[in-house]
T-cell receptor
Framework: SQQGEEDPQALSIQEGENATMNCSYK?????LQWYRQNSGRGLVHLILIRSNEREKHSGRLRVTLDTSKKSSSLLITASRAADTASYFCATATITQGGSEKLVFGKGTKLTVNP | DAMVIQNPRYQVTQFGKPVTLSCSQT?????MYWYQQKSSQAPKLLFH???????NEADTPDNFQSRRPNTSFCFLDIRSPGLGDAAMYLC????????????FGPGTRLTVL
C-alpha cells in the first residue's frame, strides 16, 4: 500500500532557481528518506531524516520533517540541469520481523531548464 | 567500486515462460530487496532477505519467488509471467535492516510478449 504522496507530480523550473517538493504520509514512521531516479535507472539515496529530527542538510539539499503534520519537504537550492530527475520520498516503518520496510510515493518529476 | 549489479538489463520473455533475474553485490550488505516498478509508478517492495531469512510481502503474488544462495547473490524467479508483470525490477541492498540507506542496482526491464 502506498504511504507517501509527493506534491507536485511534476515541476519545471529554470536553472538557478530553487525546487521544493513535498511529501505527505499517513502512519507513524521510523524515518523518512528521499531518493532520486534518472529516467530508466535505479534509485540513488539522497538523505535520511529520523522521526526525532526536524531538519537536515546535505550540500544543496535541505529536508524538513513535521511528524505532527505527517509531512516532509525536500528543497534543492540553485538547481542545475543535471538535477533533472524524478524524486521519491520513502517512509520507513518497522515490520513484524523487526526490520525496516520502505514504502515509496509516486514521485515528483523535476525538469530544470538550462 | 562497490556496487549492486543486475543482469540482464533488458529481458524479453514469452507469456507463461519462466524467467530469472539476477542481482549481485560487492558491498557485503546483510539485506537484499527486490522491488517492482511499473511505468510512472512508485517502486513496490516484493520481498527481502535479511541474511538468510526470507521476508515476503503479503500482497506479493505466488508467481514471484526468490533465492539467496549466498551473501553476494539474490535471484528473482517469475514462474509464469503474465502481461501484467512487465515492469522494471530493482534490486537493492542495505547494510542493516534499520536506519540505513538502500543502494539500488540499475534495474532489469522485463518485457512479456
Amino acid at each position: 500500500s502506498q504511504q507517501g504522496e509527493e506534491d507536485p507530480q511534476a515541476l519545471s523550473i529554470q536553472e538557478g532557481e530553487n525546487a521544493t517538493m513535498n511529501c505527505s504520509y499517513k502512519t507513524s514512521i521510523n524515518n523518512l528518506q528521499w531518493y532520486r531516479q534518472n529516467s530508466g535507472r535505479g534509485l540513488v539515496h539522497l538523505i535520511l531524516i529520523r522521526s526525532n529530527e526536524r531538519e537536515k542538510h546535505s550540500g544543496r539539499l535541505r529536508v524538513t520533517l513535521d511528524t505532527s503534520k505527517k509531512s516532509s519537504s525536500l528543497l534543492i537550492t540553485a538547481s542545475r540541469a543535471a538535477d533533472t530527475a524524478s524524486y521519491f520520498c520513502a517512509t520507513a516503518t518497522i515490520t513484524q520481523g523487526g526490520s525496516e520496510k520502505l514504502v515509496f510515493g509516486k514521485g515528483t518529476k523535476l525538469t530544470v531548464n538550462p | 567500486d562497490a556496487m549492486v549489479i543486475q543482469n540482464p538489463r533488458y529481458q524479453v520473455t514469452q507469456f507463461g515462460k519462466p524467467v530469472t533475474l539476477s542481482c549481485s553485490q560487492t558491498l557485503n550488505h546483510n539485506v537484499m530487496y527486490w522491488y517492482q516498478q511499473k511505468s510512472s509508478q512508485a517502486p513496490k517492495l516484493l520481498f527481502h532477505y535479511y541474511d538468510k531469512d526470507f521476508n515476503n510481502e503479503a500482497d506479493t503474488p505466488d508467481n514471484f519467488q526468490s533465492r539467496r544462495p549466498n551473501t553476494s547473490f539474490c535471484f528473482l524467479d517469475i514462474r509464469s509471467p503474465g502481461l501484467g508483470d512487465a515492469a522494471m525490477y530493482l534490486c537493492a541492498t542495505s547494510r542493516d535492516p534499520r536506519y540505513n540507506e538502500q543502494f539500488f542496482g540499475p534495474g532489469t526491464r522485463l518485457t512479456v510478449l
